[in-house]
């Protein structure tokens, strides 16, 4: 350790510069991470903020969740067999304010249940952004296909489908406004639920949100791009390590040559990884944190303490691989021949 430390000392702007490149990119990959999540969120808070469960569609559909129709007498034997199940459909929307301005929502409704909201006749529950839209409770929505009005009962928190603010409404004025008589899905929570039902396409809720098009394009975009990151940290270190590894061929044979272990070396190697790493994420990791909590307010940014470490457990596993694999040419170094190349 002793080494690790004076060769740090010695080489200050050499592993400083390495520090500052890993200080940026694990920042980078941190706040690629928070959009990822925010945006998950955002798309779809209606979804992930259920229980687990499984989602049933018709076959028929072929997975467009929109599509899909559950037959009448189907989805009440579900209902009423399965404790908690419920039938919903989800359907994208617009709502007229009082200035007559269109405002897009998606509108949900369900029958009785403990997960979704339950709204009467001419009632409607609105995802809480569209206060920041001039709506207030008690104000009057009007949609073109349905003949009477909306009153706005109240507000509900983080509650997002596809980008777009959820509006929970009356099953019977659900069916007005869309000219149907089906609903599109069965939800049932719990680890119990059948993982089959007859006539029915079963999803988890993992999978469903895969059918979801712009939540799959958007997150396994953004998860490719932390995962490169992750992968250019571990190449950063097994490049850096390398090349002072070349630079040091003369040194380390005078060290072997005068009865230092290869596995002292090795350990200097990673003494060095482990203090540039921890201090590296240590900076970006509060950087991260201090940027989660002065992010704009439109921003859909959400990063917790638990995806920052996870994502720290990796950068550290992947900078130990590549330094390590750059540090397999000291087990091949020959003292003499070492000596000899240093003094060329």
């Not at 709506?135 to 073109?144: Q, S």
């Not at 992947?318 to 003292?335: D, R, V």
């Amino acid at each position: 350790m002793n080494l690790a430390i004076k060769e740090i000392k010695k080489n200050k702007v050499r592993f400083l510069i390495l520090g500052s490149i890993v200080f940026l990119v694990s920042l980078l990959t941190f706040i690629i991470s928070g959009l990822a999540n925010g945006l998950s969120q955002d798309n779809a808070s209606l979804i992930k903020d259920l229980p687990e469960g499984q989602f049933y569609m018709n076959p028929e559909a072929e997975e467009i969740y929109n599509l899909s129709r559950i037959n009448s007498s189907l989805q009440e034997e579900l209902v009423n067999d399965y404790k908690d199940a419920t039938a919903l459909s989800i359907q994208m929307g617009f709502l007229n304010d009082r200035n007559g301005k269109q405002q897009s929502v998606v509108f949900v409704t369900s029958t009785e249940s403990n997960h979704f909201n339950d709204v009467k006749d001419g009632e409607i529950l609105l995802d809480r952004s569209m206060e920041d839209k001039g709506i207030k409770v008690g104000d009057i929505l009007t949609n073109p296909q349905f003949r009477g009005e909306f009153i706005v009962k109240g507000f509900v928190d983080q509650t997002k489908f596809s980008h777009a603010a959820v509006a929970f409404i009356n099953i019977e004025n659900y069916k007005e406004i869309y000219k149907v008589s089906e609903m599109q899905l069965v939800f049932i929570p719990k680890e119990d639920s059948p993982e089959e039902i007859t006539g029915l396409q079963s999803f988890s809720k993992q999978e469903f949100l895969k059918t979801i098009p712009s939540y799959n394009a958007e997150q396994m975009t953004l998860n490719m791009i932390v995962w490169f990151l992750v992968v250019i940290s571990g190449m950063l270190f097994a490049i850096f390590f390398y090349m002072m590894n070349v630079q040091k061929i003369g040194l380390y044979g005078i060290l072997k040559a005068i009865g230092l272990k290869t596995r002292r070396l090795f350990t200097m190697m990673w003494t060095q990884f482990i203090f540039i790493t921890i201090t590296s994420l240590a900076l970006s990791i509060a950087f991260s944190q201090g940027f989660n909590t002065i992010a704009p307010e439109g921003m859909p940014f959400s990063l917790t303490i638990e995806t920052t470490l996870i994502l720290s457990g990796v950068f550290l596993v992947i900078g130990f691989i590549g330094t390590s694999i750059a540090s397999l040419q000291i087990k091949k170094i020959e003292p003499l021949q070492a000596i000899q190349q240093g003094e060329m």
